[in-house]
Structures are given as structure tokens and as C-alpha cells.
């Protein structure tokens, strides 16, 4: 996923950054310090595992990574889902592996999943 740093980030800090979805809050996990108004190519680590995750059939709420009344939020269709319960999210661009905490709702593949977070790491693939 590119994503654009909105002020400079030395290793293990959180600052804001901006993606195609928006702008969000991530912990800067490169060896080097991350630069203001650079665009990274970078992985996304959570920082725990999700509580819950919601799927919608109809009426998905936008997919990508953004704030949304404050909360961290990820959203994603659904492109595979394992026994398990690791579902992978398509996040147009970019993938992401969730692993829900609490028992998994019925899901199926193409539907749109949705998840708060309390922390997302990024790491630069320096591609």
C-alpha cells in the first residue's frame, strides 16, 4: 500500500499518514526514520487482534483505512477465509490478514468486512 507521510516519524513513533482512503494514524516501523511528505511503499501489521469484525452484504461502508468518528477503522472485500479464522481483506490497494478474537460471524468471499483497531504498524518494503 503507498502511503504519504504527513510529518516526519523516527522508528516505533505513531504520526499521521495518507493513504488513497484518507488520512490515519500508524507506528512508523522503519530501521531508518520515515520523511515528511515522502510516499512509501509499505506492509501493514495490526496491532492486535481484532474483537470483532462486521460483514456487509449492501451498504459497505467505504473500503480502505481511515478514522471514522475518531475510531481506527479497516475495511476490505473479503478474498479468502481460512479454517483458522483468518480472513483476508482486499483493500483496493493493498491486502491485510485480520484475526478476530471473538468467534467469527458467518463470512464469505466478496462480501466486505470491517474492523476497529487500536494500532496498524507500517514498514516500508524500500521497493
Not at 6 to 18: A, H, N, Q, Y
Not at 45 to 61: F, T
Not at 95 to 100: C, N, R
Amino acid at each position: 500500500m503507498l502511503v504519504t507521510l504527513l510529518s516526519d516519524m523516527p522508528t516505533g513513533t505513531s504520526g499521521m499518514v495518507r493513504s488513497h482512503s484518507g488520512d490515519w494514524p500508524a507506528v512508523w516501523a522503519g530501521r531508518n526514520p520515515g520523511v515528511a511528505g515522502v510516499q512509501y511503499d509499505v506492509e501493514i501489521e495490526l496491532g492486535d487482534e481484532v474483537s470483532e469484525i462486521h460483514v456487509y452484504d449492501s451498504g459497505a461502508p467505504t473500503e480502505g483505512i481511515y478514522l471514522k468518528d475518531g475510531q481506527l477503522r479497516v475495511c476490505g472485500t473479503v478474498t479468502t477465509v481460512f479454517d483458522d479464522g483468518i480472513v483476508a481483506l482486499d483493500l483496493k490497494p493493498g491486502s491485510l490478514l485480520l484475526e478476530a478474537s471473538n468467534p467469527l460471524p458467518t463470512i464469505h468471499v466478496d462480501q466486505v468486512a470491517c474492523a476497529s483497531l487500536s494500532e496498524i504498524s507500517i514498514f516500508p518494503t524500500d521497493i
